[in-house]
């Protein structure tokens, strides 16, 4: 819809490139943004607002974008859209241009978009390598020529005088085994390795429809592991492989305890969400919490209590709670004694748990640690009956009688079955068990390991325990992302379960879901024919079984066990191990990748420890072809063969964004506010990552791509040559399977004369189309947040959830051959090699730990202006009496040095009382080298960037120093000297350490 506004507002490119530069970082104090106010409010006739999703962070919180002459000149929060109203959003049915003028708030990350988006160190053109990987040298390279070259292969960089032939893409596409000698380990299709950074729905399945389906390559690796994996993991464990984001409800929890989450800085939901509505009912009295971290956090001011637990040791802090729980019978034993989901709908929950279910611990069992099931009682009872569980009586005594026929169930015992041939075997309630792991530790010690006071726990537990169903756990990052950090997040995620809150209004749950699935209806966009089906064992060896492996065989036969593999295996992870794919590459373990690409991934830069990735990098043997795709020239890929340039937000990146936990439920569309910036294709396709995959797949003739690409409901096959040919079928699925309106006329005729989405209409059918307007109006398809309740229970939960995961309790540890613990335990931070990671590094003093900050955004800040100029550097920040006894003073410069990295990183003290002693706390985002902080030799710079002269000449780019500000605490991660001197990882979940690396700190000079 067009609206009009003062001249005053207008401004141009090249102006504002010119306040960047001028700014030093990147400034542009003559931008108009949200200081405008709601952009919906913007009233000139050549003003367009666009609804879309915000990707300045993965929270998902919705935007308007205001559009004058191509630009976008203000950013606002979208009122239809949950996150940005606080669950108090406009009612969907609303007119759209009622809702132009309704105040909105977004973050201060999100009103940056703008700034972010016109950055002139953006690449606007691909670029080839034209000196030694890592150089720095680039020059431009012509669209066509880069497809053949990547597709093709050959001698690509003869002319600097490498004598090797490089295998591309189509070299891969190949059911050839990848080693001849282990056929398990898949085709050779799996050399093509893809690595991604920030990613959401739609590009993902783009990308996957390429990498998994056409190519097929199992090799589609996220970057999970670096962004919260460890917490997820927990969560992986209690719903037995559901699920993994869980959160307590803000809206309507009474008692929040909270773990590792900056909920004032940065979660998803985001700040503007979650932690306002936290404020907010904490400042009305509708709400109590406390927080668990090394640091006080901002929200620590409201918290009842801050618990400065030690770095890694948050499951002892867990653990000590759960223990005083269960010691003195705080647990909700209704709840836990439902032996079927039934029996605990009777009772009024909404979901039960398998905490009286019987497990087998007759030692010599062959189902040792496997639940007991009525077909081991009975061996003729098969199919889904002889699967059923068992429970004990709820008297305690007699046979063990079929779960799903009981109405109680006793919740503690160990006792014997006889089955029908009189054999009798020992077995435990899950329980028991949970009891026996609580009791391997006082309460006392468990305070001792957390290091916090024993009353601190007791005051906890207590608040946790007093408000029924109304209590949850919000963990994230911080509490488990370490080595053996997997075991800390299952024992916080069971807190709620014990107290029966699980799936409960005000309790612990997951999110509603997605409105519309974006598969199927109208369009096949999942399946398609002569697609791929991956096999065999990923690079970073998540979900993949060493057992299955000619190595294991191998050893086994040689040694009696198979164990220990060259490196950890990760069957029971979650996945997205980015760090392991990379140590994979390096060691050429189970196999060499051939062809690496990486998207808006800086796992140099982002990864605890990533420096040791350089010489990775570097090696045109361990890795023949690197292709990146990214914005910006970053930490990693200015080792790259190839950077192909890709699109902000705000110019693409479609996608339908389903809710984070908790229980929303709506699918945001995000689609461009503004056309692209960056260079284009002979038929004005924009370089970047939709056009890229789809060129490849057409030279080589892949599957899923081209003329007749995508199924349709009408029998026909439908083309797949632009992103949006898959895109608008995935929308009008999601719109017609949700059953939305058709659009006003109004409202179609601001989406075709203003929309850029507008442009290509014609690839749906008009009905389509016009029902696809009343959604892209909106933002997306929206659902009222009491819609996911029935009365007290939530509506869309897991419905059970594990006390003890017999999957869990099968898996081995490939590097000790021993099985995992399928229970809730403290399990002490240890070194690969076994030893106690308190016992070493000794002589470093310092834990280090790290955090974001709310105006930052991950790796990406140095191009959010007022992100730059509200916090442009960090710090190392130390406690008070530390900095006392160590003779430091505010502002000085010191050297944090690692037993992993001797030179060490350098950055300014800051003294406080807000972080425990014996721990030094770093933020993230600063200490880069790249995205236009270091020059750079690039042929034919001025048309490569889009700064254009302003941050270029034709024979490279010039530095910007203030990009080079602060430290990466990354930069000193410990390494692994057992292998291969690569990141330390988490044994079971396989992601990398943020809170076990010790430093030592040396002053560097005086106070100024």
């Not at 205001?66 to 007119?95: D, K």
């Not at 409201?302 to 759960?322: C, E, F, Q, R």
């Not at 007699?398 to 015992?413: H, K, N």
């Not at 966009?525 to 065999?536: D, L």
Request: hydrophobic fraction near 35%.
């Amino acid at each position: 819809m067009k609206k009009k506004n003062t001249k005053s507002d207008h401004i141009n490119r090249r102006s504002f490139l010119t306040d960047i530069v001028g700014g030093g970082v990147a400034h542009a104090a003559g931008v108009p943004t949200s200081g405008h106010g709601q952009a919906g409010a913007m009233t000139d006739n050549d003003v367009t607002v666009v609804p879309s999703v915000c990707l300045a962070c993965n929270a998902r919180c919705g935007v308007l974008g205001a559009v004058r002459e191509g630009s976008m000149v203000n950013i606002s929060g979208n009122p239809y859209h949950p996150y940005n109203m606080q669950f108090n959003e406009l009612p969907y049915e609303t007119p759209a241009k009622e809702s132009l003028d309704v105040e909105c708030p977004l973050c201060s990350k999100g009103l940056d978009s703008i700034n972010h988006t016109y950055s002139p160190y953006r690449l606007v053109k691909p670029l080839k390598r034209s000196g030694p990987r890592g150089s720095g040298q680039f020059e431009p390279i012509e669209w066509e020529t880069l497809v053949a070259e990547i597709a093709d292969g050959g001698r690509l960089f003869a002319h600097l005088g490498e004598d090797r032939d490089i295998e591309g893409l189509g070299a891969l596409d190949s059911d050839d085994p990848i080693n001849a000698n282990d056929p398990s380990l898949g085709p050779k299709r799996n050399a093509l390795t893809f690595i991604t950074g920030r990613l959401q729905k739609g590009r993902g399945d783009f990308i996957d429809r390429f990498v998994k389906k056409s190519m097929g390559s199992l090799n589609r690796i996220g970057h999970t592991d670096i962004c919260g994996l460890g917490f997820r993991m927990g969560n992986w464990a209690m719903t037995e492989k559901k699920g993994v984001e869980l959160k307590a409800d803000p809206r309507t929890a009474d008692y929040i305890l909270v773990f590792g989450a900056n909920i004032y800085g940065a979660l998803q939901p985001g700040v503007n969400t979650y932690g306002a509505i936290v404020a907010k009912r904490q400042a009305d009295g509708e709400l109590s919490f406390s927080v668990a971290d090394p640091r006080a956090t901002m929200a620590s001011a409201h918290a009842s209590v801050w618990l400065p637990v030690k770095p890694g040791h948050d499951g002892a802090l867990a653990m000590g709670i759960a223990r005083w729980i269960v010691d003195n019978e705080r647990y909700n034993k209704d709840f836990l004694t439902a032996p079927n989901l039934k029996v605990a709908r009777d009772r009024g929950f909404a979901a039960y748990s398998n905490a009286c279910h019987l497990v087998i611990t007759q030692a010599g069992h062959p189902r040792e640690g496997k639940f007991l099931r009525l077909k081991d009682v009975d061996p003729s009872r098969g199919g889904k009956t002889g699967e059923e569980l068992m429970v004990f009586p709820a008297s305690g005594t007699g046979e063990a009688v079929r779960a799903e026929r009981a109405s109680s169930a006793a919740l503690s015992g160990t006792g014997k079955v006889t089955d029908y041939f009189g054999v009798t075997t020992q077995v435990t309630t899950a329980f028991s068990l949970f009891m026996a792991s609580l009791d391997e530790y006082s309460l006392g010690e468990y305070a001792d390991f957390a290091g916090v006071p024993v009353e601190k726990i007791v005051s906890v537990a207590k608040d946790f325990t007093s408000h029924g169903t109304r209590v949850g756990v919000t963990q994230y990052h911080g509490a488990g992302n370490y080595v053996d950090g997997s075991y800390a997040a299952y024992a916080i995620a069971i807190l709620p379960l014990l107290v029966g809150s699980v799936d409960m209004r005000g309790g612990y749950m997951k999110s509603g879901g997605g409105l519309g699935s974006p598969s199927k209806g109208l369009y096949n966009i999942a399946h398609f024919e002569g697609e791929h089906k991956p096999s065999g064992a990923r690079i970073s060896r998540e979900k993949s079984h060493y057992e299955k492996t000619t190595e294991f065989r191998e050893k086994k036969a040689e040694t009696g066990s198979g164990y220990p593999s060259k490196r950890p295996w990760f069957p029971f992870s979650k996945g997205g191990l980015s760090c392991e794919a990379l140590s994979g590459i390096d060691q050429q373990y189970p196999y060499q990748c051939k062809v690496l690409f990486t998207y808006l991934f800086n796992g140099v830069y982002s990864i605890p420890g990533g420096y040791r990735f350089k010489e990775t990098l570097k090696d045109t043997e361990k890795l023949p072809l690197f292709v990146s795709i990214d914005t910006a020239v970053n930490e990693t890929n200015i080792y790259a063969d190839y950077i192909v340039p890709d699109l902000c937000y705000p110019e693409g990146h479609y996608g339908w964004q389903n809710p984070h936990a908790p229980s929303s439920r709506f699918t945001g569309l995000r689609i461009p506010i503004i056309e692209p910036l960056v260079g284009a294709t002979d038929d004005g396709r924009p370089f970047c990552t939709e056009t890229l995959l789809i060129d490849l797949a057409e030279r080589l003739g892949l599957p899923g791509f081209g003329k007749h690409a995508i199924p349709g409901a009408d029998g026909r096959k439908y083309p797949l040559k632009k992103g949006e040919d898959f895109y608008l079928r995935a929308y009008a699925n999601i719109v017609h399977n949700a059953k939305v309106p058709m659009a006003s006329a109004e409202d179609i005729e601001r989406v075709n004369s203003g929309f850029p989405v507008a442009r290509h209409k014609d690839v749906l059918t008009a009905d389509q189309w016009n029902q696809l307007c009343y959604a892209l109006v909106r933002g997306g398809v929206f659902q009222p947040y009491e819609q996911s309740f029935d009365k007290e229970c939530f509506k869309h939960g897991y419905g059970r959830y594990a006390l003890y995961n017999e999957d869990l309790a099968a898996t081995v540890n490939t590097m000790t051959g021993k099985r995992f613990s399928g229970i809730p335990a403290f399990v002490r931070p240890s070194f690969s090699d076994g030893r106690l990671m308190d016992n070493i590094d000794t002589a470093y003093p310092y834990t280090v730990i790290t955090y974001k900050m709310s105006e930052h955004t991950q790796s990406r800040s140095l191009w959010n202006s007022f992100g730059m100029q509200l916090a442009p550097t960090n710090y190392v920040e130390m406690n008070a009496d530390d900095a006392k006894q160590a003779g430091l003073e505010e502002g000085e410069t010191v050297r944090l040095i690692s037993p992993s990295n001797t030179d060490g990183i350098t950055g300014e003290i800051h003294v406080t009382k807000l972080i425990r002693p014996g721990c030094v706390g770093v933020s993230f985002h600063f200490g880069h080298t790249q995205f236009g902080g270091s020059a750079l030799a690039i042929t034919g710079a001025e048309t490569a960037f889009l700064g254009g002269s302003q941050v270029a000449s034709d024979t490279g780019l010039y530095a910007n120093p203030a990009f080079l500000r602060g430290l990466n605490f990354n930069d000193v991660g410990r390494l692994d000297e057992n292998l291969a001197n690569t990141p330390m990882v988490d044994s079971l979940g396989g992601f990398p350490d943020f809170s076990s690396t010790k430093v030592r700190i040396v002053k560097e000079n005086a106070k100024a």
